[in-house]
């Protein structure tokens, strides 16, 4: 069964503490992978798209990677205001409706 | 701004009732998909639409029904709301084909 699966779970980190976050998936070939950032209450806001292993993607302080069996959300220097639940989710090649398969969240907090 | 328009933003209704929300997609998309959010939960997939057409259905309930008109606005009805329907609703669109959703903002449903 394809399935999407990220770590950890949550993650307190401390204001200007870079880290990593995870998301492995078991899709066989994939169309595409995709990041997404949700604030509490509001819709999930799109942050990358990733499709071919090798792939690296940057914005202001998060840069995504992809390798064959997992995607890395690397945070560098977070601040306060980079509080949030991260998503990934996956797009399989076989699906003609072109679903997004997603992960539960990795819910991360900056302590300033 | 998405781009995509939920209304209402919020709404409060009481058990057994019926309920419509409404999502007009971002300008160009064909492709409308439901999804349903409880609270401190992941995103559960509930229907997606393409051009007025059911394309794919998810975990909807029976007393979930949607549609997609031709101007390509969608509405999710509820019906015979029970307390366990309180969630947040949010409608995405996409143009059909390689590539992520863009999501609203959210309708937040809450059954007392």
């Known amino acids: 069964e394809d399935q999407v699966t990220q770590s950890p779970e949550a993650l307190r980190l401390q204001e200007g503490e870079s880290s990593s976050l995870n998301c492995s998936y078991t899709?066989?070939?994939?169309?595409?992978l995709f990041w997404y950032r949700q604030d509490p209450g509001k819709g999930p806001e799109f942050l990358f798209t990733?499709?071919?292993?090798?792939e690296e993607k940057e914005k202001e302080r998060l840069k995504a990677t992809l390798t064959k069996k997992e995607s890395f959300l690397h945070i560098t220097a977070p601040k306060p205001e980079d509080s949030a639940t991260y998503l990934c989710a996956v797009q399989a090649p076989w699906d003609s409706n072109y679903q997004l398969i997603w992960g539960a969240g990795t819910k991360l907090i900056i302590k300033p | 701004d998405s781009g995509v328009t939920q209304t209402p933003k919020h709404l409060i209704t009481a058990t057994g009732q019926r309920v419509t929300l409404r999502c007009s997609p971002r300008s160009g998309d064909l492709s409308v998909y439901w999804y349903q959010q409880s609270l401190d939960q992941g995103l559960q997939f509930l229907i997606q639409?393409?051009?007025?057409?059911?394309?794919a259905k998810g975990n909807i309930l029976e007393r979930f029904s949607a549609q997609q008109f031709p101007d390509l606005h969608s509405e999710l009805n509820l019906s015979s709301l029970e307390l366990g329907d309180s969630a947040l609703y949010f409608c995405?669109?996409?143009?059909f084909g390689q590539g992520g959703y863009t999501f609203g903002s959210g309708t937040r449903l809450t059954v007392v």
């Open positions: 990733l499709y071919s292993a090798g």
């Open positions: 899709v066989s070939g994939l169309r595409g």
């Open positions: 995405a669109s996409s143009a």
């Open positions: 639409y393409y051009n007025g057409e059911e394309r």
